[in-house]
């Protein structure tokens, strides 16, 4: 009888140390993704935001397009040249900057945050509340390199919905909100 159980517990003890393997793989794999999604990807000039923050250059001077389409967008070249055809012209990555303005070559620059691509995202609704980028963004103009400091997952925005005016919380919580 003994020999019965023992041959009936190796199974249930194999079931439970594979379902334990399975869960702490999956706990690794969920952490490794959190943790890639908030690495800052490298980019192609060494580019500051602080520096440009503490001379008091604002984030829709390079980003003008959250005012007026879906997306922020990446500054072009152009936008970049304006400023630095004189200025700080001897710094070694507004010469990288200057070579592909020469080039006619737009910057490959790496987007440091992206939704996800079934979730619908405006900045313009979010700037009509008067809703500044740190909320979202995180004190870029504090950072030398760029990376995103939060997840914004859909719990993460369905919770900023939520504390919104009463009368507002229906549409802002209504699944096509986000998800058109």
């Known amino acids: ?16 140390v594979f379902l334990v393997v399975v869960i702490a793989l999956l706990l690794v794999m969920v952490l490794l993704s959190q943790r890639a ?6 980019q192609p000039i060494d580019f500051s935001h602080q520096r440009h923050d503490e001379i008091g250059i604002e984030c829709l001077y390079c980003h003008p397009n959250a005012l007026r389409s879906d997306f922020a967008g990446i500054p072009s070249v152009q936008t970049c040249v304006g400023c630095h055809q004189i200025i700080a012209t001897d710094k070694e990555e507004i010469q990288v900057l200057l070579a592909y303005w020469d080039r006619e070559e737009p910057i490959p620059w790496q987007p440091v945050v992206q939704m996800a691509d079934h979730v619908f995202f405006s900045h313009q609704p979010h700037l009509s509340a008067s809703i500044n980028c740190e909320t979202c963004h995180g004190d870029v103009g504090e950072m030398t390199t760029v990376r995103p400091e939060i997840n ?4 993460w925005c369905l919770d ?7 009368e507002k919380v229906a549409r802002l919580t209504d699944c096509m909100a986000c998800h058109e």
Request: glycine share 4%; aromatic share 6%.
């Open 1 to 16: 009888m003994t020999e019965k159980n023992a041959s009936r517990r190796i199974p249930r003890i194999t079931y439970f």
């Open 37 to 42: 999604t908030q690495a800052a990807p490298s």
């Open 152 to 155: 914004m997952d859909m719990g």
């Open 160 to 166: 900023c919905h939520l504390e919104q005016p009463e």
